[in-house]
């Protein structure tokens, strides 16, 4: 039998995975709707979008979590009663909210795309509305899966949402271009895969928890036969007697004491007396409150961005459509850093769970302090890499991926923001870790604040370029501001991590040969592809060159020695390989003394 800490660190994996594979969709599909529908399209998407986000969060404001703490605590008690009572008042307080927050989207649309400064945008905001009346319910059911450690169903659940969204917006697109359907009507059908996904979201968790229902009776039928045969006649008719009278009832209405199974449980249940209904509600949202506070936090850059550029950008002299259109191009750049930090994220998210069974055995010990500290290192190489790349290669990416080459000074800044986005996504996973929920948020939330000054300072004057300088900026005030937090918790300090001037000149030097790889390779590759269509001359530019970037950084940071075996003898596949043989020969020979002895059972990287 696999021991709850095994079961629960296999959950989060695979909920984890599947939450990063969903956001890795929904971040893609923006490449082909960007490439169809055009920029005015795009941008009305990607303003609409970040709206749609905020309000889904408010609808649900915490209580999943809240659901599948309280959800755990029922169950580790033994009152499974209490537990179907739980997810009867959360479903009903969810979809309430749901369907308030849709009423008022809906009613207050006209407005809320006056304020963004686009009024072509009411329509796709009423579209977007539409998933509140489902995603709310949802998430209600997948934190009372998540309570019972059963963490298939969210996961499925979540793709199901994220690939019924894309494929509906496909779909819709196709459609609308082929009826030459204005960008407001294009943006608004597109905006319908909201509702569609959550649908499909809904529908997985119904289908998959009526079969999980179906399992556990059966379990509990099994288990009581068993006990059932070995009573006494007359006690056995006793406890059948007490279970008929307070029979839970499964989803389809079955009365689920008519198995044997039930009868134990149900006794149980019976004499226990249940708390009154308000006084749950206020438990829920008492646990839902602090959680949603910092829940909120997240989509506000991208909420900042959608009730502010667009109108400094008019103030500055542009039309309501220009202004829009200037969004979708700053919005290309916006997708590149979400896939950067979303990377840095996904894999720190690894971390949290052992940071956290560490805290609670006692305290951080030497081996979770020093994977910590070379989860923040791997932020620093990661996230200086990518804002080197982006900048010296946003042109040829720019028009491999978006077909022209509009924004790409904006793009090029952005790549700045990957360094702060990186180290941020990485600090806020590891305080989490450490059971510090509220730094992170909060620390956001002052950088959300930071991004909205200097897009009122910078925008009308340098345009998209100046926001995505503004958000560069606001990135790097959240990065630094975990990175104190960090250490004042003596979170990042462990035996032999490479820190101080050693460190920063290791770094540097990987950066040159980056910078010479990659910058090197453009150069010869625009020249060797001038003939070719521009967009097939890009992507043979950006291509190769972001691979020799990434090998020559690579290299360079093994050559130095910033990373030596114990570092990668920890990824899948390595210890022993040839690759590891390959890479001992580029570490200096003076460090070579110095690396671990080879793990039991393979083979000498000298050999």
Known sequence: MKSPSSQLMRGAALLGGAALLSKLIGTLQKIPLQNLAGDRVFGLYSAVYALAVMWMTLAAAG???????????????????????????????????GLVAFAALWAAADTLAA???????????????????????????RGYSQGRLEMGRPALSQLAEQCARVAFMLCALGWALRR???????AAAVHGGLAAGAVAGLAAMLIAGRRSWRRRADRRAAGAATADAAAPPR???????????????????????????????SAAAAAHHPEPGRVLLRRIVRVALPVAAGSVVAPLFGLIDAFTLPRLLQSAGATASAAISAFGEYNRGIALLQLVSMAAGGAAAALVPSLTMARSGGGIDAESGAQAAFAMRLAWWFGAAAALGLALLARPINVALFADAHGTAAMAVLGAAALGAALQAVSAAVLQGLGDLRSPALHLALAALVKAALNAALAPAYGIAGAAAAAACAYGV???????????????????????AGAAWRLAAALAALAAAAGGGRLALTALTRELAPRAAAALTALPCIALGAVAFAAALIAAGALGPREWRALPGIAGSRAERWLMRLRPASRRPEGLPPHDGEASPHR
Do not use: F, Q
């Open 63 to 97: 209580v999943p979590v809240a659901v599948s703490a309280l959800v755990a605590e029922r169950i580790a008690a033994g009152d499974e009663r209490g537990v179907r009572r739980l997810l009867r008042y959360a479903a009903v307080l969810l979809s309430a909210s």
């Open 115 to 141: 304020w963004m400064g686009a009024p072509e945008a009411a329509d796709a905001i009423r579209a977007s509305s539409l998933a509140l009346l489902a995603a709310p319910l949802t998430a209600a059911l």
């Open 235 to 265: 006690k056995r008719a006793a406890v059948a007697d007490a279970a008929a009278a307070s029979a839970p009832r499964s989803p389809d209405g079955t009365d689920a004491s008519r198995t044997p199974g039930a009868s134990v449980d």
């Open 478 to 500: 959240a990065a630094a501001l975990n990175l104190r937090a960090l250490r004042r918790r003596a979170a990042l300090t462990a035996p032999g991590a490479d820190t101080g």
């Open 180 to 186: 030459d359907w204005s960008p407001a009507a294009t």
